[in-house]
């Protein structure tokens, strides 16, 4: 199977960075795309961005400017730099793989556990 860790989540203070940093291992064939979602206290989740196995990248409105995905495709990983950091970005940080396993011909979802990234303000 596939398995998808996040890491790098913490406390900072608002202005501050953060690097998230997503790894999938297991039965991997392949990675498509990869992504960022995140969720706060009491709503939904949300996207925050996304990198294609070319590269490109999608970020949300709210995130444009001040967040950067990258990946090493070597390295099955994708990270999620945060800058200038602000109170509202404070959720739980998830990051979703569509991975082609060994056993399928089709890109399937999988997801991590989360991290959570606290800003004070």
């Known amino acids: 199977q596939v398995q998808v860790v996040e890491s790098g989540g913490g406390l900072v203070q608002a202005g501050g960075s953060l690097r998230l940093t997503c790894t999938a291992s297991?039965?991997?064939?392949?990675?498509?795309?990869m992504s960022w979602y995140r969720q706060a206290p009491g709503k939904q989740r949300e996207f925050v961005g996304l990198?294609?196995?070319?590269?490109?990248?999608n970020y949300a409105d709210s995130v444009k400017e001040r967040f950067t995905v990258s990946r090493d495709n070597d390295k099955n990983t994708v990270y999620l730099q945060m800058n200038r950091l602000k109170a509202e970005d404070t959720a739980v940080y998830y990051c979703?793989?569509?991975?082609?396993?060994?056993?399928?011909?089709?890109?399937?979802?999988?997801w991590g556990q989360g991290t959570q990234v606290t800003v004070s303000s």
């Open positions: 297991g039965s991997i064939f392949s990675i498509n795309a």
């Open positions: 990198i294609t196995s070319a590269g490109s990248t």
């Open positions: 979703k793989a569509w991975v082609v396993t060994l056993n399928s011909r089709r890109p399937n979802e999988y």
